[in-house]
């Protein structure tokens, strides 16, 4: 069976150490000894396409091509035509039939990827949950065999569709023999510094090779700022931190303050604010994510914010943060 180490450090979404994303690393190990489907679901932000390229590459059919549908961006029409052909009609009728430049004649022995899955034109549905049931389908007149792996992504609404009957359950059930439910970055707070630094060594890499780090301050504050856009906001933070950091090779708070966006995050000062109260403001918010960080463990909360753990206790009093008994 494939190593678990090896696959986390094949996608960024992977990385960390919650209870979520070990989950997902033994359900991608499991669909890695099988050739069964895949249904892959997430939040809009979560990075998945690193997810199916690790799927793939460690499946059994690694060495063949992976055939990619976006599903969504396309009319009823087109992706009807992009996934059969145009084929002539069928010589007994009792199979689907497909031309030899279509996707599905292509990919019948590969991978097929359909993105976003519930976008799919109920027609098209339906051709594909009778191909997937038969195993089989006409090309050019040859009746030929179809061992293909189907691999589908798509919104946590998919239930709801299949309920409501948007989406067919029987295509479903053929997608869905092996169901990961990739988290959001909500739901594995702790995995955000690793995230984060794995990101940040990535940008660098594909930006201009130098490396970069963050400090305990700043790295503290990512991790402590919701992200409701997932690694895909986080990583277009951190491009932004990159392009404006001068060149330097560690990025301080202020930087990262100046990429982040906190329109739809608690503001850190009120516009008609003295600059007194907009520090304290700012102060006040921040030791307050360091400490929900860290469990409210104030000897660790004092690290990251390199003061003595006396002096942070007397700074949560000046800022009115009140400070539980149980956080020692």
């Known amino acids: 069976m494939l190593d678990s180490t090896v696959i986390a450090k094949s996608a960024v979404e992977l990385d960390g150490t919650s209870a979520a994303v070990i989950r ?9 000894g099988t050739d069964t489907g895949v249904l892959i679901t997430s939040q809009p932000g979560v990075l998945i396409d690193e997810i199916v390229d690790t799927l793939h590459a460690c499946g059994p059919r ?4 992976a055939f990619l549908v976006e599903c969504h961006a396309r009319d009823a029409a087109t992706i009807d035509r992009l996934l059969f052909g145009a084929p002539a009609a069928s010589p007994a009728g009792d199979l689907e039939t497909v031309s030899a430049d279509s996707i599905v004649s292509k990919a019948r022995t590969a991978t097929l990827w359909l993105r976003d899955v519930t976008e799919l034109p109920a027609a098209v549905q339906a051709k594909l949950a009778r191909l997937a049931r038969d195993g089989e389908f006409y090309v050019d007149g040859d009746r030929v065999a179809l061992t293909w792996r189907l691999v589908a992504s798509a919104p946590v609404s998919i239930d709801a569709d299949v309920y ?4 067919r359950s029987d295509l479903y059930r053929r997608l869905s023999a092996i169901r990961i439910d990739l988290p959001s970055l909500g739901d594995r707070p702790e995995d955000i510094p690793a995230i984060t630094q794995r990101l940040l060594a990535d940008l660098c890499d594909a ?11 700043a790295l503290a504050l990512v991790a402590a700022l919701p992200w409701p856009g997932n690694a895909a906001e986080l990583r277009d933070a951190l491009q932004r931190v990159i392009a404006h950091s001068n060149g330097n090779a560690v990025i301080q708070i202020e930087d990262l303050l100046a990429a982040v966006n906190l329109r739809q995050r608690p503001a850190v000062f009120t516009p008609d604010a003295s600059l007194r109260d907009a520090r304290e403001r700012f102060e006040r918010d921040y030791i307050s994510a360091v400490l929900r960080h860290h469990g409210g463990r104030m000897s660790d909360a004092a690290q990251t914010l390199g003061i003595q753990r006396p002096n942070l206790y007397r700074k949560a009093r000046q800022l009115g943060i009140r400070v539980s008994r149980q956080w020692k």
């Open 24 to 32: 997902v690393r033994q359900l991608i190990q499991q669909a890695a």
């Open 62 to 65: 690694a060495a063949q091509s």
């Open 164 to 167: 409501a009957r948007r989406f």
């Open 207 to 217: 930006r201009d090779g130098a490396s970069r780090s963050l400090t305990r301050a």
